[in-house]
């Protein structure tokens, strides 16, 4: 048995965790679920404790939450040639944490207030304010997409996939196939970027491996 225990739920952040996994050369096994309802089905919840979100990765004795954490985790553990993730103390590592946070902390918080917009507001203007909600996302897909012309290569660092494009493909995607805050506009150098990281051969393992779609 591997001791490595993805648990994945499909269409989430879980095929960061796949990626990185893959990246690292790392056996492991997937408890895989499909949504109830759009939400994690209790059984997958009972399993994995914690706040009963995805992803949640057991490594022995371990049980670790949030796909942020769960990365610096796995690259400090095992990414012994810093491939992914920087040493600490080079300033290097903190371009990549800057992504690694960002994709959860500013782009998919601003995304999913769009997403609550859709979800929760039952009367009023639902349009305007998705339309204000909007603004946010705008901004960090502008700034994604500079970041991305300054670079030397097809990923966030470079040439070089690290652990920030492990964390920063999946919101991308998400906010494209979800079109969050978008309003109709595109930004071709974010979503080249998409597909340059979704054609590594690491990715499309890891997404055969846990059938991820969204
Ligand atoms: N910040 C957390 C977010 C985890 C999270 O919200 N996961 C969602 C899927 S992307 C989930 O488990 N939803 C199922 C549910 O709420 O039942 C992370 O990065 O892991």
Redesign the pocket.
């Known amino acids: 048995m591997a001791p490595i225990t993805l648990y994945f739920?499909q269409a989430?952040?879980?095929i960061r965790i796949a990626w990185v996994l893959e990246e690292l050369g790392l056996d492991y096994e997937v408890v895989f679920a499909d949504?109830e309802n759009g939400?994690?089905p209790q059984w997958m919840?009972d399993q994995t404790g914690g706040l009963?979100?995805?992803?949640a990765l057991k490594d022995g004795d371990l049980m670790l939450?949030?796909?942020?954490n769960?990365t610096e985790y796995l690259c400090d553990t095992y990414d012994k040639q810093n491939k992914l993730l920087p040493p600490v103390g080079d300033p290097k590592r903190y371009a990549v944490l800057h992504w690694v946070h960002a994709a959860?902390a500013t782009y998919?918080l601003h995304a999913l207030a769009v997403l609550y917009c859709r979800w929760f507001q039952k009367d009023g203007d639902v349009a305007k304010t998705e339309e204000g909600a909007s603004v946010n996302v705008q901004k960090d897909l502008d700034y994604l997409g500079q970041v991305l012309e300054m670079s030397k290569g097809k990923f966030l660092l470079g040439e070089q996939l690290t652990a920030a494009d492990c964390m920063m493909e999946f919101t991308a995607d998400f906010v494209f196939a979800r079109k969050l805050g978008t309003q109709g506009k595109s930004w071709p150098r974010v979503e080249q970027y998409v597909k340059d990281c979704q054609a590594t051969s690491t990715w499309q393992k890891a997404q055969k491996k846990t059938g991820h779609k969204l």
């Open positions: 739920l989430s952040r879980s949504r939400k994690a919840k009963g979100k995805l992803p939450y949030e796909s942020g769960i959860e998919a």
